[in-house]
């Protein structure tokens, strides 16, 4: 199963532009980069998904490199309720199914 | 989209004793899946639900520690069994649906304390 790997932690201001960096340089060609957050005491909750083109939606946008070896994620303007651990997953059509391998996450801190 | 509820949202077990969670989907979903999150630390896939077969399950994970049952298409539970305080958890089940091939929707989890 392909690896990501994010820094452990990261802190942004509120109102400002947070990227959050996601290393896979085993992805396969036909692996999904998909990002997860997790509030404290919640499940993961879906952010945004992409294969090879630049995604936007209502909350982030992400940047795939062209090589697909890395991408980032991309919160416009972070605010205190965007604190949350950010996972970066591959994923890629296995027995049938999408299967997640979680990595250790990014932990980011939002400053009032 | 999925909504997925989860029961027990927390327990507090005894050593030797066996725990089952249940995971209730309100849509009819391909897969379901079975994690394990401990304390501080990322998640870990115990295994994957299939409807009408055996859970297939993760390197480390066996059938008799952690057997699943998936009756039908919203369903499953996973019994943690002869407790430690090993087990101690954040137990989450999650769901895919083939109508969103790429998505999975989580559960709240279950929060087990093993004494």
């Known amino acids: 199963d392909a690896k990501t790997t994010q820094p452990n932690s990261m802190e942004s201001n509120e109102e400002e532009p947070v990227h959050l960096p996601c290393n896979h340089s085993t992805i396969s060609g036909t692996d999904y980069i998909h990002w997860y957050r997790q509030l404290p005491s919640q499940g993961p909750e879906y952010v945004i998904h992409g294969l090879t083109s630049n995604v936007n939606n209502r909350m982030a946008s992400l940047a795939i490199a062209e090589d697909r070896k890395s991408s980032t994620l991309i919160l416009h303007r972070a605010t205190l309720r965007d604190a949350a651990v950010y996972y970066c997953?591959?994923?890629?059509?296995?027995?049938?199914?999408?299967?997640?391998?979680f990595g250790t996450g990014t932990r980011l801190k939002v400053l009032a | 989209s999925a909504v997925i509820s989860q029961k027990p949202s927390r327990d507090i077990c005894q050593r030797g004793t066996s725990l089952t969670i249940q995971c209730q989907v309100d849509?009819?979903?391909?897969?379901m899946f079975w994690y394990r999150q401990q304390p501080g630390q990322s998640l870990t896939l115990i295994a994957t639900?299939?409807?009408?077969?055996?859970?297939?399950?993760e390197s480390g994970f066996v059938i008799d520690k952690f057997p699943i049952s998936r009756p039908n298409l919203t369903f499953s539970t996973l019994t943690v069994s002869n407790m430690s305080p090993e087990d101690s958890s954040i137990y989450l089940c999650s769901a895919w649906t083939s109508g969103s091939p790429e998505t999975q929707y989580f559960g709240p989890g279950t929060r087990l304390l093993v004494l």
């Open positions: 849509s009819q979903v391909t897969m």
């Open positions: 639900a299939n409807q009408g077969s055996e859970a297939t399950y």
């Open positions: 997953i591959l994923s890629g059509l296995t027995s049938g199914t999408y299967k997640y391998i």
